[in-house]
């Protein structure tokens, strides 16, 4: 069957991760830790940043794990009560910095407008929380492209359980082989895969290059901006 959806990771994938969350997380944790730059940094290499590159190393937490994975380096010892509030903070309490911050990887709404003018119906599946998700797509002024905004907080298991490719095959009525998922580390390949999507398209716009990440895609591009053409060519 051709394809008629199309699953779009978030970070790395629509959004700068690097240039997005590198700089929030620094400031959200010389807040929270009452520590400084290098202190920060610290931190966030527990969860997998790489201070030499400035950027997120590909499949870690942080550049693609849920608010509470995330909670749980930083916190590791906190019981469910107060780690459920560190996630709460997390989601909810820093929204003016992803204010100032979020950074979308090319102008999408040309893109999301060919998509949809192709007949394409589209959403997002994130790691990240649905109220995070919502608000970022909102902010870009892209939330009305997408039928669904699919988050690890309205699904069982998050990514790469498949549940978020099933999900968006109940919400559109497309059988999951004519979904594509779109993104940028190895969780959203295998994710197409255990929810049997029809495509799994890897970009490179995120922390994974080329060998971290084509032999588990269908087709790798360098990013969003190429999809229309490559579903075009299918």
Known sequence: MSIAGVLFDKDGTLI???ATWVPIYRE???ELFATDAPGAEALMAKG???PASGKFRAGSVLAGGTTRQIAEIWWPDLDETALAGKVHTLDHGYTHLVRDRLAPLV??????TELRGMGMRLGIATNDSHVSATAHMAQIGAIGHFEDIIA???VAIPKPSGQMVRRFSEVTGLPASAIAMVGDNHHDMEEARAGGAGLAIAVLSGNAGYDDIAHLADHTIASVAELPA?????
């Open 48 to 50: 997998g940043y790489d």
């Open 230 to 234: 490559l579903l075009r060519s299918l």
């Open 107 to 112: 102008p999408l709404e040309p893109i999301l």
């Open 16 to 18: 700068d991760v690097n």
């Open 28 to 30: 959200v944790l010389m």
């Open 152 to 154: 690890a907080d309205t």
